[in-house]
């Protein structure tokens, strides 16, 4: 297996939906409270959050391949007007987890930030996916808050109805 790999603007987008539906599974496996809100977002939905992020400021999409060409692993990463950097999404399937193609992608991503002065870096990680943690240290993210966020009941009304 030999990878290369690419670096884009928005445009690259577009390559990573069968990719990023990969990740999206992964996550509604793993997530404790919020399975249905994050098997629900389409791609498209996705990608338009992200397009809506980057035109306040800038993105970078970095690409690795396989020799015919299918996306194996991304990461999308954003420079926002605050000069906050953020890893906004970064994968790699499973086949070809453990070959260093995620440190590669990190690293593209920060060096990005960096030479555009970059004043604080971020990456976010759902609750249930902890094991991410280790790879995100290794680059100097270290846990700082916890966002807590009410869950929807499945009827679309926020917590209990009653009354204490």
Known sequence: MSVRYEVMTE???DLIAPVWLELRQMH???STHFKALL???SFEERREELLEKAAGG??????????????????VSSLGPDMTGEVDSIFVTAA?????IGNALMEGALRWM???GA????VKAIVGNEEVHAFYARFGFLPKSVLLEQAQSPGGKRGSDKHI
């Not at 800038?58 to 990461?75: F, K």
């Not at 070809?96 to 260093?100: A, F, K, L, S, T």
Request: overall charge positive.
């Open 96 to 100: 070809y987890r453990g070959m260093g």
């Open 58 to 75: 800038l993105m970078r999409v970095d690409l690795a391949r396989e020799d015919d060409g299918r996306v194996v692993g991304y990461c």
């Open 28 to 30: 509604r496996a793993r």
């Open 114 to 116: 960096e030479s555009l």
């Open 39 to 41: 098997g629900s977002q």
């Open 11 to 13: 445009e690259g987008l």
């Open 119 to 122: 004043k604080r870096k971020v």
